[in-house]
């Protein structure tokens, strides 16, 4: 087992300046290549455009790449499929060649509605789980049971406001509409070869791809159904939003005699040097955890893991091309960088006694 730090793993990579976008507490910040060595240009099949297929219940079979393209699945894609047969999503990330057919155990997310076959790209919705469901997802990637996200997807509906079946398209039927009005708002850099994700000022997801073309294909699944799932939670339990930060600059400004419209103005400015010091301190926080490596042996599939985060990252050419992680629902990063901050202190001072 290696373990490995996320500067390894975003190598190669530096962030856009001055290219973040915010809505209702969900941050983006996108990365691009420093070293052009470290993308892997258009040697990748679309996962979007692939015909997967349910051979039984919990079986999903996934085709050779075509035209000698390699195929990474990221783990996590759902398929909801308006045709009658039910709905799968693959826990595990996949790297499929073009000499290889693959089948393997996926998750059942819709309990009531049976029925096994392909999943016509014209007849189904391919995404990414959202957050709360994926981090069950990852757990469950050694499992052969079908049904280990009913009982989540059951309680995930309930949380969400769109009723307490156990399917994952009654949350896309309740919210959809909502979620498209989301993902509007943000803009995909023509450069963008990946992005950190923060929600009210802390890390919950890194995500690296192989290319450009890759990081364009995943971009609204990721945004939109995974991180917007954040804001929805977050607008549901009536919480507050980071623009809170700039009333905090508001209140502040009041005593220096400025008209309203420089108060804004001038609050605004305040409020993003602060947001983008809170970026660059948690990206810097995140560089001391560790995360531990594990596959399969002779597989560049990998698992990730650390004490608040878990996800997966896929080596190819020598490099970690791909990359997910995100942050476990029950860790505290404060807790975190309080107790780090106290071992950092202890690793300084002198050994009890005066030893040497």
């Not at 470290?38 to 996962?47: D, H, I, R, V």
């Not at 071992?343 to 001072?349: D, H, L, P, S, Y």
Request: with cysteine; charged share 25%.
């Amino acid at each position: 087992m290696e373990k490995l730090k996320l500067d390894k793993l975003l190598q190669g990579l530096e962030i856009i300046a001055d290219a973040h976008q915010s809505i209702r507490g969900l941050s983006i910040v996108p990365l691009r290549v420093s070293d052009p060595d470290f993308e892997l240009g258009n040697k990748y099949a679309n996962p979007l455009d692939v015909v997967i297929k349910t051979t039984s219940y919990g079986r999903v079979t996934i085709p050779k790449a075509k035209n000698g393209e390699t195929l990474i699945m990221p783990a996590n894609m759902y398929y909801v499929t308006k045709k009658s047969q039910q709905d799968h999503a693959i826990s595990q990330p996949q790297k499929v060649g073009s000499s290889d057919v693959r089948t393997i155990t996926a998750r059942c997310v819709e309990s009531s509605q049976g029925g096994t076959g392909n999943f016509d790209l014209d007849k189904t919705d391919i995404g990414i789980l959202p957050v709360a469901l994926r981090e069950i997802s990852w757990n469950k990637q050694e499992s052969t049971e079908m049904s280990d996200l009913w009982k989540p997807l059951g309680a995930f509906n309930n949380q969400m406001n769109s009723g307490g079946a156990q399917a994952l398209k009654s949350y896309f039927n309740k919210w959809s509409k909502d979620l498209a009005k989301f993902i509007a708002h943000f803009e995909r850099p023509d450069d963008m070869i990946g992005f950190i994700t923060y929600f009210k000022g802390e890390i919950v997801a890194v995500d690296k791809f192989p290319s450009r073309e890759y990081a364009k294909w995943m971009w609204e699944p990721l945004v939109r159904d995974a991180y917007g799932s954040l804001v929805l939670s977050d607008h549901i339990k009536n919480q507050t939003t980071d623009l809170s930060v700039i009333l905090d600059e508001a209140k502040e400004l009041k005593s220096n005699n400025l008209s309203p419209l420089e108060l804004m103005v001038q609050s605004v400015t305040n409020a993003k040097d602060k947001i983008h010091a809170q970026y660059s301190d948690r990206l810097n926080d995140m560089m001391d955890i560790e995360f531990k490596r594990t596959s399969a042996e002779g597989s560049d599939v990998y698992s990730l893991e650390a004490e608040g985060y878990i996800g997966h990252t896929v080596k190819d050419q020598g490099f970690y091309a791909h990359m997910s992680i995100i942050k476990k629902e029950s860790f505290s990063p404060e807790g975190w960088r309080l107790a780090n901050e106290s071992r950092k202190i202890a690793r300084k001072q002198r050994p009890f006694g005066g030893m040497n």
